[in-house]
Each structure stands twice: as C-alpha cells, then as structure tokens.
C-alpha cells in the first residue's frame, strides 16, 4: 500500500522535489508573517516615541508677577515659608478668588503645596513663551539657553506635561493651567450610555436573525443592510444623530420635557444623551454582526439535546446558547467599545463642545470628549498646545487599557460563572 501510495505521486524524486518546495513555501510565508509583525510593532514604538517625546522636555517660561517682587530674595513660590504664602495671598489675591479659595476650607487647613498651587495660578500666573519636546532638550540644550537669556524675565523649567494635576483640572485657554479633567468625565458618560443602548438592543437583535427569522427576502435584506452600516464613515453617523437626537428628538434629549432633571437653560439637544445615543447607532450593527458570529459557531447538537429533553426555543437560547457564547459576544461588544472611544467625527458634528470649562452632571449636560479635546489642541498653533495634546493621547491610551481591561475582567468572571452552572 506505501508503495502503492507513493506511485500515486510519482516518483520519490518527484515526491521529495514536492515536499520540499512545500516546505520552501511554508518558510517564505513564515518570514512574511514575521516581517509583518515586526513592521507593526516597529510603527507602534515608532507612534508612542513620538507622542513621549512631545510630552517631555523643556519649557520656557515667564512669570506676570515675579516670585522676588512678593517675597523678597525668593526666586520660586517653593521657596517661600507657609507665613510668606499666607501673606502673600492675603495681600495679592481679589476678595472674590479668596471666597473661592475660602469655600472649600480655610486657609490654616490648606496644604504648603496646595498654597504654592494657589499662588501660581492666581498670582504669580506663568506664561509659556516656547516648548521643546525631549530630544530637542537632551540634544540642544545651548541653543533653548540662548533663547532664554533673549527673552528678558524668561526662565527654564524641565516639565511633564502629563502630571496628576493635568489629570485632575478642568480645561483651560492657558495650555500651562489646562487639564482633563471635564473630557475625561464626558468620555466616561458618553460610554456609559452607549454600552447601554447599544449592547441590549444589539444582542436582541442577533438572537432575533439568528435564531427565530425565516429565511426569506425580507430578512436577507434587513441582514445585508446590517452588513452595509457596518462600513459606513462615522460622520454619517453624526448626520443621523443630529437629525433625530438633537432636532427631532430635541425636547427630550435636551430635557426639556423633564424640566427637573434638565441640567441648564439651553435646551437644544446637543446633550451627552444625544452623543451616547449617537455613537450607540455607529456601534450598533458591529454588535449585531458579531452576536450572530458567535451564535452561528455553536453546534447545531446542542440545540438539539436542548429540544431533545424538552425545553423551549427561549430556555434552549437562554440556558444554553447564550452561555456558551457570552465570551464572544462580549470580546466583540469591548472591541466596538474602544472604537466609539476614540470617535471624534459624529460628536462634532452633533455639537459637542470643543472647550467647556463645566463638569458634566447628568444626561442633559453639555460634554466634550478626550479625542475632541486632543483634536482641538493639535490645530492650535502654539507649540504648547501640541505638548498637552500629547500628554492627553497618551491619557486616553490609558483610560482605554483600563476601560477595557476591567471589561475583560468582568467578562472572564462571567464565563467562569456560567461554566460553573
């Protein structure tokens, strides 16, 4: 029979020259897949090098008010004793930002550091002349000094531009005060939103393709359709949004017609409830798609055990196919998540806020969002602007690895439970 076998083939010249030009394929294809990786892995270092080394390097700086002109022979706020810092605030500060300084807790109870934070903002008020990014400080440090000393009243300060206190402040026309803060609490709502409305009505969906639709005429066209919005361009998205959240669906989405919860006197719809509920449309069919995939992996014998011992089409989906394929489901669900993370396109067009220096406080409020907020600093032309654009891509970066590894988390958690019933 081997021989026999071998003869099919031809002869073992003929079979060894074949199996060895298989294996010469095999090889190419191999060193293909591996120059692809590392061709994906060099740009990946080759994008976050460049984002680092905008958010490091020197600055120079120049103040309004003098640290010597407050406290004489004191160069720096930080050098001043918390008696100097008092004093300097009591005598410099107007009456209305000491009242707001003074409401959240006297000043005995408020920290040196917190003081010289203070001083800086309100007094003092540095102003940036010119950024450097950190291979530019590493590598022409004579060149930044000699500009500096040009500049009179001008001084040199090493920063991070990405800082807890970027973090934590709201949004800014200085690029030396501005922060994150207001776009980050507008991510967070706006994905909060969208998981909302997406996720149920797109696994509902699916089930309902899947599981229950006939194969008819009507049904191919719905699902062919599904595949299309897919691929369509974000922005069109932003069109339809703005057309049925912000006009036509304007008193509710604004809050007007629960004029208790509305959050301020501009009822135009162009809340964080529209912008959710638009990006939960551009997700929508991803989630549906990737739903049917999952279900369509499963053996057609476990429905038929399930129908076998009696249960319903509805216990057979709930009880047994669901379960099994909540893994997958969810791995779609987080990767449509993190892209509707990063949309910018819909948003604005919606209407969302390119600065807002407010907090959002519910459905009805104003937003903007980290990548609005990173795509308005990056026009700007003032080389600051680029800097903290910078330090907000890599914030973003990092919410995303957190958004989506506590999601990947909770999604283990489930499949573990299930698996165990």
């Known amino acids: 029979m081997g021989i026999q076998h071998m003869n099919d083939f031809g002869s073992t010249k003929e079979v060894e020259s074949l199996i060895h030009s298989r294996r010469r394929t095999d090889l190419i294809w191999k060193v293909v897949f591996i120059i692809g990786t590392c061709m994906a892995i ?47 605030m009591n005598s410099h500060l107007s009456s209305g930002i000491m009242r707001r300084v003074l409401s959240e807790k006297s000043l005995e109870e408020h920290s040196n550091k917190e003081l010289v934070s203070i001083i800086e903002e309100f007094i003092v008020e540095p ?38 206190q970027f973090l934590v402040t709201e949004q800014s026309s200085d690029p030396y005060k501005a922060g994150i803060r207001t776009a980050i609490l507008g991510s967070l709502w706006i994905m909060l939103i969208t998981f909302g409305f997406a996720f149920p009505i797109g696994v ?31 922005i069109i998205y932003g069109l339809l949004g703005l ?16 004029s208790s919860l509305a959050t301020d006197g501009t009822a135009n719809g162009r809340t964080i409830l529209s912008g959710g509920l638009t990006l939960g449309l551009l997700i929508l069919p991803i989630i ?71 907090d959002p406080s519910g459905l009805f409020s104003k937003f903007t969002t980290l990548p609005i907020q990173i795509y308005q600093w990056s026009s700007r032309p003032q080389g600051a602007y680029r800097n903290i654009a910078a330090a907000a891509i ?16 909770l999604r283990n ?9």
């Open 42 to 88: 060099l740009f990946l270092v080759l994008l976050l090098s460049s984002i680092i080394n905008s958010v490091f390097g020197y600055a120079a700086l120049r103040y309004s008010v003098d640290p010597v002109e407050l406290v004489y022979g004191k160069e720096s706020v930080k050098d001043f004793t918390r008696e100097e810092l008092i004093d300097s």
């Open 127 to 164: 102003k940036v002349l010119r950024t450097w990014t950190l291979t530019e400080s590493l590598f022409s440090r004579p060149a930044i000094e000699e500009f500096v000393q040009k500049e009179e009243g001008a001084y040199l300060s090493f920063r991070s531009w990405l800082s807890p």
């Open 204 to 234: 509902a969906a699916a089930i309902y393709l899947q599981e229950y639709a006939v194969d008819n005429r009507l049904n191919r066209i719905l699902q062919l359709n599904i595949f299309n919005l897919s691929a369509v361009p974000s």
């Open 243 to 258: 057309a049925i959240f912000v006009r036509a669906m304007e008193p509710v989405t604004s809050g007007a017609v629960f």
């Open 288 to 358: 549906i798609i990737n739903t049917q995939e999952a279900l369509k992996a499963i053996p057609d014998s476990l429905r038929m055990s399930a129908y076998g011992v009696g249960a319903t089409k509805w216990q057979t989906i709930w009880h047994h196919l669901l379960p099994v394929s909540i893994d997958r489901i969810l791995t779609g669900t987080i990767l449509a998540l993190s892209r509707a993370l990063g949309e910018t396109a819909p948003l604005v067009v919606i209407g969302a806020s390119t600065f807002i220096a407010v």
């Open 394 to 409: 890599i914030a973003l970066l990092v919410l995303l690895m957190l958004l989506n590894g506590t999601a990947i988390y």
């Open 413 to 421: 958690r489930v499949t573990k439970k299930k698996s165990l019933e």
